[in-house]
Every structure is written in C-alpha cells, then in structure tokens.
Nanobody, 126 residues
Framework: QVQLVESGGGLVQDGGSLRLSCAAS????????MGWFRQAPGKEREFVAG????????RYADSVKGRFTVSRDNAKNTVYLQMNRMQPEDTAVYYC???????????????????WGQGTQVTVSS
C-alpha cells in the first residue's frame, strides 16, 4: 500500500512563491499519473494540476495555468508543485493523489484518484 505525504506549505505574501512536495512510500508511484488538488474552507475540493507517469504530459486548472508547474522525480518517488505569483485565492489545503490505475494520462476529476495524502495548508496573505 502506498502512502503519500505532502510538505512545503506555509504562509506567503501575495505575489510570492512556494514549492510543495509529495513523497510516496510503501510502493512506487512512478508508473502512475499523479494529481494535485486543493480545498478552501466551505468549498469543494478542486483539481489544480496533474502529471503523467513519465512527466511528459501535464494539465492544469485554468486558474493556475502559467503560474503553477507540476513535475516529478521518479527516482525519488516524489511529485512537486511549484507555485509562483501566488494570490490570496490560492489559499487552501493542498492534496496530492495517485491515479487508480497505471499509465493513464492525468485527469482533472477526483474520482480518477484513489490514494490521497493528508494535505498541507497554504495561506497567501494580501
């Protein structure tokens, strides 16, 4: 069974940057697409970014396109989310997730993922 642990969250000012990490243990995730989601208070959990197993295919929510970059290091069993030009609207708990099956392209719906981390809080102050 795989466990996912997010880290790198914190408090940042409007326009600042953060880099989130999602470290997998227990089993490899190198053959699985991975996704990043976020959930703000009182809102549904929403897709942020996804990356294929090879890293060659990525997709982003429109709200973060051009500001966030998803990447992965399969040798380290870790996925990253680089967040630049952050805005107060990016404030949320960020979760990483593993696709249900290997070798899929990254999907933007929660139902496509079956393993989730515990989340890391990101707060952007104005």
């Amino acid at each position: 069974q795989v466990q996912l642990v997010e880290s790198g969250g914190g408090l940042v000012q409007d326009g600042g940057s953060l880099r989130l990490s999602c470290a997998a243990s227990g089993r490899t995730v190198r053959t699985y697409a991975m996704g990043w989601f976020r959930q703000a208070p009182g809102k549904e959990r929403e897709f942020v970014a996804g990356i294929s197993s090879s890293g060659g295919d990525t997709r982003y929510a429109d709200s973060v396109k051009g500001r966030f970059t998803v990447s992965r290091d399969n040798a380290k069993n870790t996925v990253y989310l680089q967040m630049n030009r952050m805005q107060p609207e990016d404030t949320a708990v960020y979760y990483c997730a593993r696709d249900k099956a290997p070798f899929h392209s990254p999907k933007n719906n929660r139902d496509a993922y079956d393993t989730w981390g515990q989340g890391t809080q990101v707060t952007v102050s104005s």
